[in-house]
């Protein structure tokens, strides 16, 4: 045909040619016959032919796309079917397929709740029908192992005895009234209410080193249930706690249900270390999830995200410790019962030294039924000048140094001292770290000494004020925080309003600048608590009047000299008897909390319960030179005649 056309010359028989192989329809061909002009029928054709060709060019590359899908499906059913086959000689399906009765035999046969045991049947019924290579088959299988694994209805019995679980409880810790009443309560109600009772969540709050998490394992082993820790401190993610959905790659359950695989039965204690740490951030507040953990009321269906299944935590004791209150969420603080662990005072390092940590470091050294003996002087010194805390953490740490060295001796053959007294210890732990910490040695102008409320439990604080020619201005140093800042604030406009009374120059203050500084300035420090420490150090500084320096003082002032109650008394209290302070100042409206001191340390004490400035400077300032002593101060009404009539500014 083609050879046909190229032989025609005549253009109008060419056009007829072509038309009448071309697929067209009747009123085109009857147009086209209808025109006279041979070149303008030719031209039309062209066009009309232009057409075809598009249309043919569509249509073959559907053609080919179709092909491409089809060989495609075909290739992998034929790689499939290979497999099957290979798989089938090798006797692989059938290992498949008898694993996955295994799995279902497993599933039939483990104690689970309804619902799971029908999500396990479920995820199992879906592996049937995804051919055995298919990536989702691991997914799915590791799953169902999550499922089999879990304890969900497994439990341990109980040991409810009272007489057994006080007499654990005495025996691996000293003293604690408080947290083990709590326990032999509980279990006297769930001995009598059974399970009705719901499961109290306790919250641990104390400085390091005073026995939250060993109590904590004690009371597993008194109520004989398995005890899990987990560490809060720098979890930020709420995934963290309850897991990652399984469309994650990689996706695990969260650190609840990992614990709860890991110990195996649903009444574990379980704790739940450095709540007041947590984080929270942009990837979700893992305190919203700790919430459903540790509510009573919706814990009996925690859910997992990777779970999927609701799972019930209502069995579990959980158990929470934190160093301090102020971070843990209200909302979270509000489910626990919260048992305060205070410091220890010195007799009571010294008992637990002699009743539990002596013995069990002799025990890991080796040096057991060798005669070694602490002496209780020694002992005494390791908790003055060796150790700095509220805890015994590092009193264990020097006993366990002393026992190496023993140790040492011993197997060296070298002859050893048994009796540990208070002079030889040196040549064991070095000189003493921490000399006893009187803020001050000698009496002096514009420094006072302050009783602070700090992680370690409780701290002795001078504060010191300097002043120099200016022009009125108050520069506050050693990180003080907003609160303290405002606090210095108030105890300065507090002395200028009183000036007259103190005996102080009015127009002495625009001629002053007044630096005021709290020592170990790298130490943030914060709170309304040193108000008439800052007053005091500011008045001594500008009447000249000495600061007795075995006077500590904590309370929070107003500006009119009046002393409000602040908090940490007993570890306040504490730490000013650890440091050797002869008399206290205190607010009176604090009286309340003297009841949780021992009475020997109150004895010791000269304790001095104020209601105004005037008080505090009475005990707290010597005489100006060469006057009358003027102790005790009379507490009187007049303070609040003058208060805010001098204001110079
Ligand atoms: N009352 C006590 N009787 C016997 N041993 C004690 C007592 N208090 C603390 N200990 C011992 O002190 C050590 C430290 O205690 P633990 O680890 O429980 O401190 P903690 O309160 O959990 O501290 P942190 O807040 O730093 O976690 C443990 O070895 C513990 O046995
Ligand atoms: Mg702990």
Known sequence: ?????????????????????????????????????????????????????????????????????????????????????????????????????????????????????????????????????????????????????LPWLAQSEDNLDLAHAARVLDAEHYGLPKAKERILEYMAVHQLAGEQMKTPILCFVGPPGTGKTSLGKSIASALGRE?????????????????????????????????????????????????????????????AALLEVLDPEQNHAFSDHYLDVSYDLSRVFFITTANYLDPIPPALLDRMEVIEFPGYVEDEKVS??????????????????????????????????????????????????????????????????????????????GPPPFLPMLAEETDEVGVATGLAWTEAGGDIMAIEVTLMPGKGALLLTGQLGDVMQESAQAALSYTRSRARQLGIEPDEFDRLDIHVHLPEGAIPKDGPSAGITLATALISALTQRKVRRDVAMTGEITLRGRVLPVGGVREKILTAHRAGVQQVLLPKRNEKDLTEIPKHVLRDLDLKLVTRMDEVLGWALLPPQGGPDSRPAATSAHDEISAGGDHAA
């Open 352 to 429: 637990i030294a002699r009743h539990f940590l002596i013995p069990r470091q002799l025990k890991q050294h080796g040096l057991e039924g060798r005669g070694v003996h602490f002496d209780e002087s020694a002992l005494r010194l390791i908790c003055r000048e060796y150790t700095y805390e509220a805890g015994v953490r590092n009193l264990e740490r020097e006993i366990a140094k002393v026992c190496r060295k023993l140790a040492r001796r011993v197997a060296e053959g070298k002859r050893v001292t048994r009796r540990i007294t208070a002079a030889k210890l040196p040549a064991y732990l």
């Open 227 to 287: 005890f899990v820790r987990v560490s809060l401190g720098g979890v930020h993610d709420e995934a963290e706690i309850r897991g990652h959905r399984r469309t994650y790659i990689g996706a695990l359950p969260g650190r609840i249900i990992q614990t709860m695989r890991r110990v195996g039965t649903i009444n574990p204690v379980f704790m739940l270390d450095e709540i007041d740490k947590l984080g929270a951030d942009f990837r979700g507040d893992p305190a």
């Open 1 to 149: 045909m083609y050879v046909y056309a190229l032989n025609i010359d005549e253009p109008g028989w060419l056009a007829d040619m072509i038309a009448s192989t071309l697929d067209l329809s009747l009123e085109e061909r009857q147009a086209l016959l209808a025109m006279a002009d041979p070149s303008e029928r030719l031209r039309k054709v062209s066009v009309l032919l232009g057409r075809e060709l598009e249309v043919l060019e569509l249509e073959e590359s559907i053609q080919s796309q179709v092909r491409r899908e089809v060989d495609r499906g075909q290739r992998e059913m034929f790689l499939r079917e290979q497999m099957r086959v290979i798989q089938h000689e090798l006797g692989e399906a059938d290992i498949f397929q008898q694993e996955l009765g295994e799995l279902r035999e497993r599933i039939e046969q483990k104690e689970m709740t309804a619902e799971a045991k029908d999500k396990a049947l479920k995820e199992l019924g879906r592996l049937l029908m995804i051919p055995p290579m298919a990536p989702e088959v691991g997914i799915i299988r590791t799953y169902l192992d999550w499922l089999l694994d």
